[in-house]
Each structure stands twice: as structure tokens, then as C-alpha cells.
């Protein structure tokens, strides 16, 4: 069955970097887009990040443009969220998923605190 599995968040001060991993399985990684996803308190989830089957077309939410950088490893079935000049308002649990999304699945997600 499908799964995904977050990684990589941390408490960080804002100004720092993170590298958030999705490692995928159950599903052939490399026929789906993917995007990340993040939510934070009292807020819907909005998407930030996607790329395609490939890896070869990116796009992203404006508010993260030029901060962050989505990759993916089909070799790996994972896909990256490189975040740089975080900001506290990037705080909350990010979460990756396929597009179209499989079902009803959602990842355990990984929170992402930034807090000076």
C-alpha cells in the first residue's frame, strides 16, 4: 500500500536551513508529480512545492519562491524540500504527497518549528 514517510523537521532559528525528506513506497514513485504540502496551527494545509514525474519542472507557492527547492531522487523514490531563510511563519507540519494524491493518504508529516 501507499506510504509516505517525512523527515527532516527541527526546531530552527529563523534565518537557518532545513532539508525535509519524503521516502516513498507501495506505488511507482516515478509516474506521479509530487508536492509538499504544509499546515500550521489553526490554518488549512496549503500546498508549497511541486515537480514533476521527471523532476525536470518546479513550482511554488509565492510566498516561498527563491527559498525553497524542491528535488526528487526516482532512484530513490524521495523527493526533497531544501527550505533556506527560514521565517517564523514557515512553522507546521509539512507533509508530501502524490499528484493526483492516491486515495485518501496523507503521511505522519514532520513539524517544522522556526523560533528564535
Known amino acids: 500500500q501507499v506510504q509516505l514517510v517525512e523527515s527532516g523537521g527541527h526546531l530552527v532559528q529563523p534565518g537557518e536551513s532545513l532539508r525535509l525528506s519524503c521516502a516513498a513506497s507501495?506505488?511507482?514513485?516515478?509516474?506521479?508529480?509530487m508536492r509538499w504540502y504544509r499546515q500550521a496551527p489553526g490554518k488549512e494545509r496549503e500546498w508549497v512545492a511541486a515537480i514533476s514525474s521527471a523532476g525536470g519542472t518546479a513550482t511554488y507557492v509565492d510566498s516561498v519562491k527563491g527559498r525553497f527547492t524542491i528535488s526528487r531522487d526516482n532512484n530513490k523514490n524521495t523527493v526533497y524540500l531544501q527550505m533556506n531563510s527560514l521565517k517564523h511563519e514557515d512553522t507546521a507540519v509539512y507533509y508530501c504527497?502524490?499528484?493526483?494524491?492516491?486515495?485518501?493518504?496523507w503521511g505522519q508529516g514532520t513539524q517544522v518549528t522556526v523560533s528564535a
Open positions: 507501495g506505488f511507482t514513485f516515478s509516474t506521479y508529480a
Open positions: 504527497n502524490t499528484v493526483p494524491s492516491i486515495g485518501d493518504y
